[in-house]
């Protein structure tokens, strides 16, 4: 009688399963509306392009809650007071000594503020938006006040050489009256611009290598004088200083004049000068960059941040 029962409590153990058991797992798990139109949607390839890349809270209250803002603007400063010394004392028109220049200070920057030491690279980092609004006017300051503090540098130098000590470097350009070069001056500014910011943003793929990363910014930075000496000097015939390619640095070179015949004439050369030696060449920087980020976004790279 024991060995019956046991048999019959094994039967009833393996029973089938119910048939509303089945075909509660045959019916695939029902998804709702929200979750069908979430993974239809898909982001725009334009709204990605233009993604906001840098920090969403960095702001005008809370930038300077952290001590890193002022390293990173003395770091600006300091950078940008090097680089206008370099171009003041040994020119424009080495580019050989500058691409170990700008080598040399952007790898002991970077750390700091990412080496922009240009508004140029400095406007295309906001354009892409890299950069907040903020963080981009308290760089350029920088920039403006670094190398400033270069041209003082080297004049007190030069003021205490007399009347031995060599000139310091000017723009001397026909850019108005006799002789007009605007438009050629002017496209050579912003052609190199683009070719500088071009470079800096696709250096900014390396940026965890600080050495390849310093490697291309500088070899863009000669790539773009060497390109300008070529065609100032053999197309244009122009032999005196042309271009900086820096606005900040364009400033110390006194690119805006100083007199006129009038003052509403000295407005317009003021007007002319700020075209050529600071709109076009930050307006250059921001297509550099854009240039960049759409190769990369066809060649199915990320876009650097």
Sequence with gaps: MATTKAKTTSKS????PSKSIKSAASKPARTTRVETITSKAKPSP???FFARKYDASENILTIFKSPKIIGAILGEVIGTMLLTMVLLTLGIFNPLYLIF????????VFALSGANLNPTITVGLMASRRMSPIRGTLYIIAQLLGAWFGLLVVN???????ELAQELPVLNTPLWGEGEMFWAITMIELL?????GFCFARALVYKRSVFTFGAVVSGGVFLAVLLAVVL????????DTAFVLNPAVAIMYQALPSEAASFGELLGHIGIALSTYVIFPVLGGAIG???SDLAAKLSGQKLSE
């Design 192 to 196: 190199g611009a683009i070719v500088i």
């Design 46 to 48: 334009v709204k990605e």
């Design 101 to 108: 220049g700008v080598m040399v200070i952007t790898i002991a």
């Design 232 to 239: 100032t000097g053999n197309y244009l015939a122009v032999q």
């Design 156 to 162: 007190g130098f030069k003021l205490a050489g007399g």
């Design 289 to 291: 960059f854009y240039i």
């Design 13 to 16: 153990s393996t029973k089938k």
